[in-house]
T-cell receptor
Framework: GAVVSQHPSRVICKSGTSVKIECRSLDFQATTMFWYRQFPKKSLMLMATSNEGSKATYEQGVEKDKFLINHASLTLSTLTVTSAHPEDSSFYIC????????????FGPGTRLTVL | GQNIDQPTEMTATEGAIVQINCTYQTSGFNGLFWYQQHAGEAPTFLSYNVLDGLEEKGRFSSFLSRSKGYSYLLLKELQMKDSASYLCAVTDSNYQLIWGAGTKLIIKP
C-alpha cells in the first residue's frame, strides 16, 4: 500500500514553455502533498505544501507565480513550472501524507526536468 | 533555528558495519525518519523512531535519544547495493519535516 506515482518521469522542454507534473496517491487519500526540488548532489528542498481544496503554502524564496500548484482532489496534485528556464532544470519529487499515526511521507519516483 | 547535522560522506567495506549519525535541533519533536536515496531516484523509507531506543529491521537498525537530540542508522553486513545517500529527517512541533543534507555512503569491495 501507500504508492505514489508521478508523471512524467522525464521531460525535456524548450526555454519559455510550461511543464505540468502530476502526482497521484494510488491506494490512499492524501490530505497533504509536498513538492520538493533536488539539485545534483544536494539534499531535498521543500518547495511547497499543498492541502486538498486549499491554496498551497510556499517556502521562502519559491515563486508561487512560477510554480503553480493545484491539489484538486485527495489523490492528485499538480505542479506547473511556467515559462521554464534552464536554471529550473532539476529533479522534482512529490510526496504524500496520508492519515497514518506518524506522518510518514510516501514519495513519488520523481520527475527529471531538463530545460534547453 | 532548526538544524539537522549528519556527515557529508562516509566510506565502508563490503560485509562490514557502518553507523551514520544525525544530530538535530528543532522546535519540538514528533519523530525522526531515515530515508535511503539512490542516485537519480526518490527517497525510500527505512525507519521511524519517536521513542528512545533501538528499532531493528533486518540489516538496518535506528537508534534515538531525544534528550541528546541524537540518532544513528546502523547498517550491518554491508552490500554494494547499500551505496546511496541516507537522509535523516525530523518532524517538528508543527509536523513539518525538517531534512538533513544527507550522508553519501560509499561501499568498497
Amino acid at each position: 500500500g501507500a504508492v505514489v506515482s508521478q508523471h512524467p518521469s522525464r521531460v525535456i522542454c524548450k526555454s519559455g514553455t510550461s511543464v505540468k507534473i502530476e502526482c497521484r496517491s494510488l491506494d490512499f487519500q492524501a490530505t497533504t502533498m509536498f513538492w520538493y526540488r533536488q539539485f545534483p548532489k544536494k539534499s531535498l528542498m521543500l518547495m511547497a505544501t499543498s492541502n486538498e481544496g486549499s491554496k498551497a503554502t510556499y517556502e521562502q524564496g519559491v515563486e508561487k507565480d512560477k510554480f503553480l500548484i493545484n491539489h484538486a482532489s485527495l489523490t492528485l496534485s499538480t505542479l506547473t513550472v511556467t515559462s521554464a528556464h534552464p536554471e529550473d532544470s532539476s529533479f522534482y519529487i512529490c510526496s504524500a501524507k496520508g492519515a497514518k499515526d506518524y506522518n510518514e511521507q510516501f514519495f513519488g519516483p520523481g520527475t527529471r526536468l531538463t530545460v534547453l | 533555528g532548526q538544524n539537522i547535522d549528519q556527515p557529508t560522506e562516509m566510506t565502508a567495506t563490503e560485509g562490514a558495519i557502518v553507523q551514520i549519525n544525525c544530530t538535530y535541533q528543532t522546535s519540538g519533536f514528533n519523530g525522526l525518519f531515515w530515508y535511503q536515496q539512490h542516485a537519480g531516484e526518490a527517497p525510500t523509507f527505512l525507519s521511524y523512531n519517536v521513542l528512545d531506543g533501538l528499532e531493528e529491521k533486518g540489516r538496518f537498525s535506528s537508534f534515538l535519544s531525544r534528550s541528546k537530540g541524537y540518532s544513528y542508522l546502523l547498517l550491518k553486513e554491508l552490500q554494494m547495493k547499500d551505496s546511496a545517500s541516507y537522509l535523516c529527517a525530523v518532524t517538528d512541533s508543527n509536523y513539518q519535516l525538517i531534512w538533513g543534507a544527507g550522508t553519501k555512503l560509499i561501499i568498497k569491495p
